[in-house]
């Protein structure tokens, strides 16, 4: 069973740097790749990044797509949330999830719904 859990959220003023983690296991394909959401206050859950496992090419959706990286560690089954220069419009829920195909498409970020969710870390920035 795939298990995913978040860490590294918190309370940070704005212009500051997170790193957010996503700790992974329990797959046993290469079926599935890592997507990072948020969800704000009041608003829907939205798709952020994804790294595809098979080959670790990153996406970004495009508001967030030059302030936020990710990257992996394999050898850790680790995959990161880099985000800098914090926005307080950046205060949510983050999670990571497993969803079958992300991308870009015409320069669009698209991904799959997620058939596995980690628990969320909370994100709060201060103006």
């Known amino acids: 069973e795939v298990h995913l859990v978040e860490s590294g959220g918190g309370l940070v003023q704005a212009g500051g740097s997170l790193r957010l983690s996503c700790a992974a296991s329990?797959?046993?394909?290469?079926?599935?790749?890592i997507g990072w959401f948020r969800q704000a206050p009041g608003k829907e859950r939205e798709g952020v990044s994804c790294?595809?496992?098979?080959?670790?090419?990153?996406y970004y959706e495009s508001s967030v797509k030059t302030r936020f990286t990710i990257s992996s560690d394999n050898a850790k089954n680790t995959v990161y949330l880099q985000i800098d220069s914090l926005k307080p419009e950046d205060t949510a829920i983050y999670y990571c999830?497993?969803?079958?195909?992300?991308?870009?498409?015409?320069?669009?970020?698209?991904?799959?719904?997620?058939?596995?969710w980690g628990q969320g870390t909370q994100v709060t920035v201060s103006s």
């Open positions: 999830a497993a969803v079958r195909s992300c991308g870009s498409y015409g320069g669009t970020y698209y991904y799959s719904p997620a058939d596995y």
């Open positions: 329990g797959f046993t394909e290469d079926d599935y790749h």
């Open positions: 790294m595809r496992r098979t080959d670790g090419s990153t």
